[in-house]
């Protein structure tokens, strides 16, 4: 959030009865929100939970209550986190779609799908488990324009329902919720500045990156994840793909004229690979990126000298690897999902071969 943004939410808390202040200033009514799917979350202002639920191809914003608890105190570790889940939820089957830490308080929340239905539930910094009740919550909600249709596309090994690729990862900044995924526009690869508290919203901007394992450009891919960071003063992106370019888009370019932008590709981090969850952090003075992936482990990525990076223009074949340093980080093996607990700690769901999926507390690379 910015210090103008913060000013105004202070002054306006101060005129605000405690009970109502996310209600009052973020435009939430009580009711009981109706979710096909719960996909993604982001962390937003006050307690608020934003959740992606890319079947309806919407956005919720949903008041958790959850303010209480020490980030620096919380210390999470539960072994076979659905078996878990499901005692709490009654549930046989509990899929784990993702998971986010509230920074205020230090509790995790996660999406997941339950007995085939969307459920949310609360972790807290001790380790506790308990549902998030959506009836009669104060909440609000905006559905994507130009989302893709819900319907199986292609055929064969290609067949596909693109509406499930409307959201692939969420988060706030700058008093925007921004949002990658698919849209229906003729370039599908999307990222959506939706204003908070919520209007109408626009059909985003379509984004084309030049992919270097593929060796040229293109814009029909969903960025899987992405983090937003200042980057020498500039609000940006920084966005994964499968197979797996790394890419930076300057925040203001989702607002220029035109329907498309052309995204700076930083790093080629190798094909057969699709990024999973990525997460930004601060250690011994300097920024990182730690990505976690599908088949080549979790990457804690070098900020340095992300701005002067003009992007790569050659292929990158074989499965090679260029731009922005790394290092792999083997302590990370098994990783599907992840996010910063505290500024010494991150929580990661891992899930070893033939294993169960364990949440641990673990320390930042």
Known sequence: MSLKTLSLACILLLATPPGSQAADIWGLKKGT??????????????DILFVGDAQAATVFAISTGDSEGDPAQASINIKDLPSSIGS??????????DLAVNPRTGSAFVACTADGKAALVKIDGAGRISSLSLADVSYSKVMLADAPEDKVVGEGRRAMNRRLESITDIAFFENKVLVSGLS?????????ELNFPFTESDKGIGIEIYHAAHGKSEDYAAMRTFVPMMIDGEPSLLGAYVCTPLVRIPVKD????????????????GNRNRPLDLVVYEKDGASHLLLSNSARGVMKISTAGL???????EPVKDGGKAGQMYEDVASMAGVVQMDKLNDHAA??????????QDLKTVPLP
């Open 307 to 313: 701005k002067e990076n003009s992007g790569l223009t």
């Open 184 to 192: 229906n526009a003729q370039s599908p690869s999307t990222v959506r």
């Open 347 to 356: 929580l990661i769901l891992i899930q070893p071969e033939n294993g169960t």
């Open 88 to 97: 709490v939820l009654h549930a046989t089957s509990v899929v784990i779609n």
């Open 254 to 269: 989702l607002t220029a004229a035109g329907e498309k932008v052309k995204a700076t590709t930083v790093a080629e981090l």
């Open 33 to 46: 929100p109706e979710m096909k799917s719960a996909t993604t979350l982001a962390f937003g202002p006050e």
